[in-house]
Nanobody, 118 residues
Framework: QVQLVESGGGLVQAGGSLRLSCAASGRTFSRYTMGWFRQAPGKEREFVASTRWSSGRTYYADYADSVKGRFAITRDNENTVLLQMNSLKPEDTAVYYC?????????WGQGTQVTVSS
C-alpha cells in the first residue's frame, strides 16, 4: 500500500525559508515521478515542482513559473523527496501536498500547511 507523509511545514516570515520532506512507503519509488502541489484557500490545487527519472540515471526537475529560482526539489533517497523553499512570499501560503504517479494513478499525502506572513 502506497503511503506518503509530508513534514516540515510551518509559519515563516516573508523572505524566509522552509524545507518540506515527503516520506513514501509501500514500494520503491526511484523510477517514478514524485512532486509537490499546493492549494491555497479558495483556489484550485496547483503544480509546484516535480522530479522525474531519466534513462540516463539522473533526475530532471520541473517547476511552476511562480517558484522558479526560489524552490528546489531533490531526492534524498529512493523514497524521500525534499522541497527547499527560499525567499518565501505571502502568496506561497497554502497546504502543500506530496504526490507520486504510478502507472498513471496519482497518490497523495495528507498535506502540510505553509504560512508566510508579511
Amino acid at each position: 500500500q502506497v503511503q506518503l507523509v509530508e513534514s516540515g511545514g510551518g509559519l515563516v516570515q516573508a523572505g524566509g525559508s522552509l524545507r518540506l520532506s515527503c516520506a513514501a512507503s509501500g514500494r520503491t519509488f526511484s523510477r517514478y515521478t514524485m512532486g509537490w502541489f499546493r492549494q491555497a484557500p479558495g483556489k484550485e490545487r496547483e503544480f509546484v515542482a516535480s522530479t522525474r527519472w531519466s534513462s540516463g540515471r539522473t533526475y530532471y526537475a520541473d517547476y511552476a513559473d511562480s517558484v522558479k529560482g526560489r524552490f528546489a526539489i531533490t531526492r534524498d533517497n529512493e523514497n524521500t523527496v525534499l522541497l527547499q523553499m527560499n525567499s518565501l512570499k505571502p502568496e506561497d501560503t497554502a497546504v502543500y501536498y506530496c504526490t507520486v504517479r504510478i502507472n498513471e494513478y496519482d497518490y497523495w499525502g495528507q498535506g502540510t500547511q505553509v504560512t508566510v506572513s508579511s
